[in-house]
Each structure stands twice: as structure tokens, then as C-alpha cells.
Nanobody, 122 residues
């Protein structure tokens, strides 16, 4: 399974942005998630969705400004970020699991996209 992430870029604080991640095939994907990472730190869980029943999960600190959604027929998940803050600057990665439900732990995911850089200027 290959994951293709897109939608990052340079934006201003207060703007909104939508990231997308498309899986090459959905047969082996049961959950998809977004993580983000800044240099020198571990990947941080942002949000996730269970593919079959569309259960959503959010990191506590992400609730309110981040929205994850899925487009079933396109094997795609989106991450919408509103009211962007400079602290949101990071590389955003999408990930997928082939067994079980979504988790908040990066090393439980089997597939990773290449990452898309979001830079928020003040």
C-alpha cells in the first residue's frame, strides 16, 4: 500500500488548510491517521479514523481546530486545519494500519506517506 500526501505549503497564521492522503488500495487498510513532526521531536498524533465504521479520534490538543474526514470511494482522508498557528508548523504524515482500529501510537502503523510540509508564518 502506498500513501500519497498532499496539500502542505506556506500559509499565514489564521488561515485554513486541507491536507489529503490517498491510499493506492484500500483492501489492506483498516484505519488511517495523521501525525506531525518537527525537527528533534517524535511524531505527534493528530487525528485518525477507522475506515469501516468511521469512528474518529483526535489528540486532546487538536480538538476544535483539526477535522479528519474520509472519502470512501477515493480511498482518501483529509485533514482540515483551521485558525492555523505558527506552532502548527511541521511535516504532516499520513499513516495506515492493516489490522485493528486506529491508535495514537506511530509505531503501530504499517504504512506511511512521504510527508507534506506545512509552514505557518506570523
Amino acid at each position: 500500500v502506498q500513501l500519497q500526501a498532499s496539500g502542505g505549503g506556506l500559509v499565514q497564521a489564521g488561515d485554513s488548510l486541507r491536507l489529503s492522503c490517498t491510499a493506492s488500495e484500500r483492501k489492506f487498510v483498516l484505519a488511517m491517521a495523521w501525525f506531525r513532526q518537527v525537527p528533534g521531536k517524535d511524531r505527534q498524533f493528530v487525528a485518525a479514523v477507522d475506515w469501516n465504521d468511521e469512528t474518529f479520534y483526535y489528540a486532546d490538543s487538536m480538538k476544535g481546530r483539526f477535522t479528519i474526514s474520509r472519502v470512501h470511494v477515493k480511498n482518501t482522508v483529509h485533514l482540515e486545519i483551521n485558525s492555523l498557528e505558527t506552532e502548527d508548523t511541521a511535516v504532516y504524515y499520513c499513516a495506515a494500519r492493516r489490522v485493528g482500529t486506529a491508535t495514537t501510537t506511530a509505531n503501530t502503523y504499517d504504512y506511511w506517506g512521504q510527508g507534506t510540509l506545512v509552514t505557518v508564518s506570523s
